[in-house]
């Protein structure tokens, strides 16, 4: 209930920002404008965002027969966890990984990477498995494409703010002024505040939704310890042998497949795998 609350205030920031922008950008009119846009892309994020991820990771549909074990687990989890069976895709590629997609548990994928189905005990990856069905149940697909959206928006917004700028119209509309000391203020936090606010915002949504999937795995599944055993394999591999993925994708797999260290924990998509585990295995006896 909790992350649920967090993840709410969270979206609601990111889309006030969004018309914050918006209005600085071009008065009522530009927050006018700037909600429609937010609209618009979320309507398409929310019926497309699946077909995009699938096609961008190079999945490829897996039938019964060709992965009949795939199919059998697939089916006994989303039936604990009391949703449809997802659709499956199988990713061509040796590092171990996985996400799943969808606009909702009627329209879900799950897709795995050949390296993870060989690299995990069946217990590893039922575990795995159920962390995916956990984002469906939850619509974390929705929710992180959404706010990848708006974040996204926000910085396109920021770069027209700049182009706005230079050439003396930022902030100008019709029944306001702008200029001084606060129309510069305002052209700071537009198109260098902002983004950033809107990004660390979205990765703290993503870290969030991973917390509460793992919760949820652990919980479809009934053993903690074999899904925080997958994501300490996980984790080693993708320093290994790291994915090459588009980056606006990173956030769907159940590791992060983009190495980093430093400052750029702050921007990660996921939470340290360290406190993942550490949480997973206080939850044993308790799933």
């Known amino acids: ?25 071009g008065g009522r009119n530009g927050m006018t404008i700037a909600l429609v846009m ?25 039938s019964e027969q060709d992965a009949p074990q795939l199919h059998a687990t697939v089916a006994k989890l989303a039936h ?8 499956v895709y199988i990713i061509p590629t040796d590092t171990p990984n996985a996400f799943a997609t969808g606009r909702n548990p009627d329209h879900a994928a799950v897709a795995v990477t050949q390296g993870l189905m060989r ?20 619509r974390d697909i929705l929710i992180s ?35 001084g000391v606060a129309g510069l203020a305002g052209a ?5 505040v902002a983004p950033i606010a809107a990004l660390l915002i979205q990765m703290a949504i993503s ?8 919760a949820t795995g652990a919980e479809i599944c009934g053993r903690p310890e074999a899904l925080a055993g997958a994501l300490r394999k996980l984790e080693e591999w993708n320093h290994q042998l790291p994915m090459h993925v ?42």
Do not use: C
């Open 80 to 87: 604990s966890a009391g949703i449809p069976k997802p659709r």
């Open 1 to 25: 209930m909790i992350n649920t609350l967090k993840t709410t205030l969270l979206l609601a920031v990111l889309t006030g920002l969004f018309l914050v922008v918006g209005q600085a950008l």
């Open 207 to 214: 870290r969030g939704r991973e917390y509460k999937a793992d």
């Open 38 to 62: 937010a609209g618009v892309m979320n309507f398409g994020a929310y019926w497309f965002s699946d077909k995009m991820a699938l096609a961008m990771s190079g999945a490829r549909p897996v």
């Open 119 to 138: 690299l995990l005990s069946q217990e590893e990856l039922e575990g795995v498995l159920a962390h995916e069905l956990g984002h469906i149940r939850n």
């Open 188 to 192: 700071v936090v537009t198109m260098i």
């Open 246 to 287: 588009n980056p606006a994708t990173a956030q769907m797999y159940i590791v992060n497949p983009l190495s980093g260290g430093g400052i750029a924990n702050l921007f990660s998509t996921h939470p340290p795998i360290q406190e993942r585990i550490k949480r997973l295995l206080s939850m044993q006896g308790r799933s």
């Open 145 to 179: 494409s959404i706010a990848a959206t708006m974040a996204g928006a926000i910085s396109y917004l920021a770069n027209m703010a700049q182009w706005a700028f230079m050439f003396g119209g930022f902030g100008r509309s019709d029944d306001d002024e702008g200029g």
